[in-house]
C-alpha cells in the first residue's frame, strides 16, 4: 500500500543548491524513520541522512553542514535540501522509510553535479 516518490533530482553545477522530496502514500512519515541514502555509480549505497519519529537526525560525515533533512508530516513528505553541490555528490538518492520491519524505498532521483 505504501509507496515512496521522489523528485527534485536534477544537473547543477558546483556550489549550487537542490531540494529533494520524497512523497509518501499513507500516513508513514510521522510514524517512521525517514532517510535518503545515495549510490554512485561503482559505489556501494551510502546513508545520507536520517531523522526519526522522535526528530533525531543524523548526517554523514560527507554531507553534514551542506545538507539539511526535514519532513513535514502534514504532507506526509520528507526533504533533503542540498546546498554547497560538489561532484562528488553526483549519485542516484532513494528514499527510505522504517518503521518496525516495515520498510519501503523510493525508485531513485538522479543528482548530477557538474561544470
Known amino acids: 500500500q505504501v509507496q515512496l516518490v521522489e523528485s527534485g533530482g536534477g544537473l547543477v553545477q558546483p556550489g549550487g543548491s537542490l531540494r529533494l522530496s520524497c512523497a509518501a502514500s499513507?500516513?508513514?512519515?510521522?510514524?517512521?524513520?525517514m532517510a535518503w541514502y545515495r549510490q554512485a555509480p561503482g559505489k556501494q549505497r551510502e546513508l545520507v541522512a536520517q531523522i526519526t519519529s522522535g526528530g533525531r537526525i543524523n548526517y554523514a560525515d560527507s554531507v553534514s553542514g551542506r545538507f539539511t533533512i526535514s519532513r513535514d508530516n502534514a504532507k506526509n513528505t520528507v526533504y533533503l535540501q542540498m546546498d554547497s553541490l560538489k561532484p562528488e555528490d553526483t549519485a542516484v538518492y532513494y528514499c527510505?522509510?522504517?518503521?518496525?520491519?516495515?520498510?519501503?524505498w523510493g525508485q531513485g532521483t538522479q543528482v548530477t553535479v557538474s561544470s
Open positions: 527510505k522509510s522504517v518503521r518496525g520491519f516495515n520498510i519501503y
Open positions: 499513507g500516513s508513514i512519515v510521522s510514524i517512521s524513520t
